[in-house]
């Protein structure tokens, strides 16, 4: 079974350019987390939705952020205009319902210039 | 007080000798408790989840859970160079929580020949 799949797995871009990282879930996972992770802040939960719908978002930096999930199986992590700062490792995870195991993606090394 | 808490290592182990990982967590009413393993420059890998007091076993790997004491260990038997990695522990914190998981920073493990 194809576990959780992620694109690009490196992004290189310019400060101001828009990025968007993508994600699908494991099939019949109805639950979607994005994480970034820094050397300095560790492992941190950006946003996670159950059955498309965001249920929290406190851990998005600030506007600039965004993600949507326009579908079960399928979830887009937005930022516009990239700084430097956003350089990080940025990873999906799913996990099934009625459970909390989660199961994370490859990743995208994301270096903004 | 952080609400997961490990000591960031690096835990330095003989090979063949037993690995000792420890992690704190700080709201009494968590229920569900895992550890990932994250080798450098790839994604957090799901080892092991406990619910119960008490010592799951899986191959080399045992996980003890203390909910009176509010801490959770996993023991790696048998340490192998290939062990070496960054373990991550993860909480659910509470209910209110939904399936979020809050992670610690990690405990470096180095295995040594």
């Known amino acids: 079974d194809a576990g959780v799949i992620q694109s690009p797995r490196h992004e290189v871009t310019e400060m101001g350019q828009e990025v968007t990282l993508r994600c699908k879930l494991i099939s019949g996972h109805n639950s979607l987390f994005w994480y970034r992770q820094t050397m300095m802040r560790g492992l941190e939960l950006l946003i996670y939705?159950?059955?498309?719908?965001?249920?929290?978002d406190s851990g998005m930096p600030e506007d600039r952020f965004s993600a949507k999930m326009p579908n079960a199986s399928f979830s887009t992590l937005k930022i516009q205009p990239s700084e430097p700062r956003d350089s990080a490792v940025y990873f999906c995870a799913s996990s099934p319902q009625g459970n909390n195991e989660q199961f994370f993606g490859p990743g995208t090394r994301l270096t903004v210039l | 007080q952080k609400e997961v808490e490990q000591n960031s290592g690096p835990l330095s182990v003989p090979e063949g000798a037993i690995a000792s990982l420890n992690c704190t967590y700080s709201?009494?009413?968590?229920?569900?408790f895992f550890w990932y393993r994250q080798y450098s420059g790839k994604s957090p890998e799901l080892i092991m989840s406990?619910?119960?007091?008490g010592d799951k076993e899986d191959g080399r790997f045992t996980a003890q859970l203390n909910k009176a004491s509010q801490y959770v260990s996993l023991l790696i038997r048998d340490s192998q160079p290939s062990d070496s990695a960054t373990y991550l522990c993860a909480v659910n914190i509470n209910k209110a929580a939904g399936n979020k998981l809050t992670f610690g920073g990690g405990t470096r493990v180095l295995v040594k020949p």
């Open positions: 709201d009494r009413v968590s229920q569900s």
């Open positions: 939705f159950n059955n498309n719908v965001p249920i929290d």
């Open positions: 406990i619910y119960s007091n």
